[in-house]
């Protein structure tokens, strides 16, 4: 069995970072606020510098329209598009650069990767 250190750093900082975007979920209806949580979470978990890109909703979708559709979700229990609870990342590890796009809906889908 080979082990390369930087492969286990890269692992170890994938799971913090998703577990910091779950984690700080519920404050995603204020995207600077959950933006500043995740990146002091990480900061404080991780002895490396990183750098750590987040992209939430409100970069791409405009806020009138947001509001419209997070209180049709509210008032008349309509699903709310897929674009709303989509986080988009990049960061850079020893190892290499990585960009993911998480559902904060679809937890169970990254409850296995963070637990194992």
Request: net charge neutral; charged share 30%.
């Amino acid at each position: 069995m080979k082990l390369d250190i930087n492969e286990v750093y890269h692992n170890y900082i994938t799971k913090v970072v998703i577990f910091a975007i779950f984690l700080y979920k519920g404050q995603m209806r204020q995207p600077n606020v959950y933006r500043q949580s995740v990146y002091s979470y990480v900061a404080k978990r991780l002895p490396w510098k990183i750098k750590l890109r987040l992209e939430t909703y409100e970069e791409w979708i405009d806020k009138e329209l947001t509001r419209d559709l997070i209180l049709d979700e509210l008032l008349d229990g309509k699903e709310s598009p897929k674009e709303i609870w989509s986080v988009g990342i990049r960061f850079t590890t020893p190892m290499k650069e990585t960009t993911m796009e998480i559902n904060l809906r679809d937890e169970s889908k990254y409850e296995k990767y963070l637990y194992s």
